[in-house]
């Protein structure tokens, strides 16, 4: 099947990610693929950042539009990461299936889910017959936790709300490391640094805004629980550091570089956030650049995030790429 994506080439997205050499081995590092797993199904869990809303084909970034009727989403243009590791295996979902072969594939993924939120969307999946061996499961969750605890902050300390997500992350780990046990193979996601999205707020030199540190440290605790207690043996668990990528991304721009032209806005109008949000329905960043500066029209693909917490067109490409990656250089 092919995707009609407005993606960032494999390139473009290495090279960014070269600023950090932890990354590497997600873009294969020099490397070759190392096994022949070909899935036949692919079950994606997790928050809204896997979601394909079957009833319009919409999702949480900047959605594409029907050429013909704008009025209309475009399910298989500006594919979501999960869409993106079904697509190496020529498969679809139910919720967006275009003309390729019928859909087995799975969304369980919910919107607002948090890790507590995972044992009811993997027992939907045993339900209906379990896992096998040909199975990719992908996972990503954490964003949700990491901002209802913030929510907390400061009334409850931060060490408290620390120690809260990085038994959660923990918590995640397990449920992954069951799932395996059970025969698939896993793609699981860290959560994106918090402190390097719109949500964060102000991160301009000489700041004294607080909250991006502080939702740094928090999507630290909740990656060092998931990390601490996750069996990455590479051969039932892939792990896709997108933390890492999130962070290599943002310091490539601060230094005046790098793939994105924009990762400290949401691209998307305030009237029309995420899944509401399309390529026609971007905004610019005039509120953020003073005068004389130029301004510059948002972008679905260059500018990381759709809106404060959810990645654009751009980032779940990149994401989809290190997905892929990975699913092509372990040896499930």
């Known amino acids: 099947m092919k995707l009609k994506a407005n993606r960032i080439g494999r390139a473009a997205v290495c090279a960014g990610l070269l600023l950090s050499s932890a990354l590497l081995v997600s873009c294969g590092g020099g490397g070759t693929q190392v096994n022949s797993f070909k899935a036949t199904r692919v079950i994606a869990f997790g928050d809204e950042s896997s ?6 084909g919409s999702k949480f970034t900047t959605n594409a539009v029907l050429a013909d ?5 475009d399910c298989t243009s500006n594919p979501i990461w999960v869409q993106s590791v079904a697509a190496l295996y020529g498969l679809v979902f139910p919720e967006c299936p275009a003309n390729a072969v019928a ?7 919910k919107a607002d889910a948090q890790v507590a939120d995972l044992a009811a969307q993997i027992a939907l999946q045993i339900n209906e017959g379990g896992f096998t061996s040909d199975d990719i499961v992908t996972v990503l969750m954490g964003t949700n936790d990491i901002v209802a605890q913030f929510g907390r902050y400061p009334t409850v300390p931060e060490d408290q709300l620390a120690e809260t997500l990085k038994q959660a992350g923990s918590d995640l780990a397990v449920q992954v490391n069951a799932i395996a046990a059970l025969g698939a193979k896993v793609l699981v996601s860290t959560t994106p640094d918090l402190g390097r999205t719109p949500f964060a707020g102000d991160r301009s030199a000489g700041s004294t805004n607080v909250n991006p540190a502080v939702l740094t440290r928090l999507s630290t605790a909740f990656n060092d629980g998931l990390l601490a207690k996750l069996t990455n043996d590479g051969r039932k668990i892939g792990l896709i550091q997108l933390d890492s990528y999130i962070q290599a991304l ?11 032209a924009n990762t400290t806005l949401g691209a998307c109008l305030d009237t029309a956030l995420p899944p509401a949000c399309t390529t026609e329905t971007l905004g610019t960043d005039a509120a953020a650049i003073p005068p004389p500066a130029v301004v510059s029209n948002a972008n679905a693909v260059t500018w990381l995030w759709a809106d404060a917490l959810h990645l654009s067109a751009g980032g779940q490409s990149g994401l989809g790429t290190l997905a892929v990656t990975r699913a092509q250089n372990n040896p499930f």
Not at 69 to 73: I, L, V
Not at 104 to 109: G, H, L, N
Request: aromatic share 10%; glycine share 10%.
């Open 69 to 73: 009727d704008k009025t209309k989403f």
């Open 51 to 56: 979601v394909i809303n079957l009833a319009d």
């Open 250 to 260: 943002d310091n490539a721009r601060i230094a005046g570089g790098g793939t994105f």
């Open 103 to 109: 859909p087995v594939s799975r969304i369980w993924a």
